[in-house]
């Protein structure tokens, strides 16, 4: 599902009509494609914005895909996977499939990357026995812990680029507005940026929201009558700066396709 977050009122439209339980999504703005799991078939998908051109990058091999994120400089696909508890990373075509990481890993839900030049990072959270977030390099290597105090159980995460800062969501709270959130969020599932405002899917109310980054003020209600929504991405060029080189050596053309408006994309199941 689209919303154009330009227009008032708001103009929604579906992308796929036949999914059942879409839950991860991401797009690449070099290719106007958006990818997505659906965990009713286990299987993760492509198509182009307007729903054309559909294939399937995985239809064996993965579980219950919670999230998923395009690296848009290294031209690479990673997401997490609840059920096999691992971590992984293939073209955007599906080929060149690796794990990356698959141990001390038990409830992976949230990744996003920065495959900037000065960063070539991933975060995500693991809601399982000892409640975290990590990063890593985009090779899983140099793991750490970067918060894993008064964590109850970690969902998503998004980055705001121009300012090099990380959001999260968490059930018990949700960060940096955890005194303004505390009594309004029933259960945060994923949140993107775009601009001056956070956005969050809260699947109990069945609402997409959003607030001011800074101060959690100004709350909004973008869409409702959801059933449970789940992932959501805010998609426009600025989501995904320009970067130079990845660790393979591959360069992103100068020569960016961008997109004509800034939307919301929400998948539900």
Partial sequence: MQDDITTQPNVIRSVIRDGRNIVALDFDSVTDRVFWSDTSQD????????????????????????????????????????????????????????????????????????PRESAHLMFWTDWGRNPRIE???????????????????????????????LYFADIHFFSPFATLYEKVLQHPHAITIFEDFVYWTDRYINRVMRAHKWHGENQTVMLF??????????????????????SAGIIQSKTRHYLPASFLMCGHV
């Fill in 135 to 165: 990063k890593a390099s985009m090779d899983g290597k140099l793991r750490t812990i970067i918060v894993s105090s008064k964590l109850y159980w970690p969902n998503g995460l998004t980055i705001d680029y121009p300012n090099n800062l």
């Fill in 225 to 246: 009558n959801l059933p449970q929504p789940m992932g959501l991405v805010a998609v426009h060029p600025t989501r995904q700066p320009a970067g130079m080189a990845n």
């Fill in 43 to 114: 299987r993760i998908w492509s198509s182009y914005m307007n729903g054309s051109d559909r294939a399937v990058i995985f239809d064996s091999g993965v579980t219950v895909t919670e999230s998923l994120a395009v690296d848009w400089v290294g031209r690479n696909l990673y997401w997490t996977d609840y059920v096999l508890e691992t971590i992984e990373v293939s073209k955007l075509d599906g080929t060149h499939r690796a794990v990356l990481l698959s141990e001390n890993i038990t409830n992976p839900r949230g990744l996003v990357l920065d």
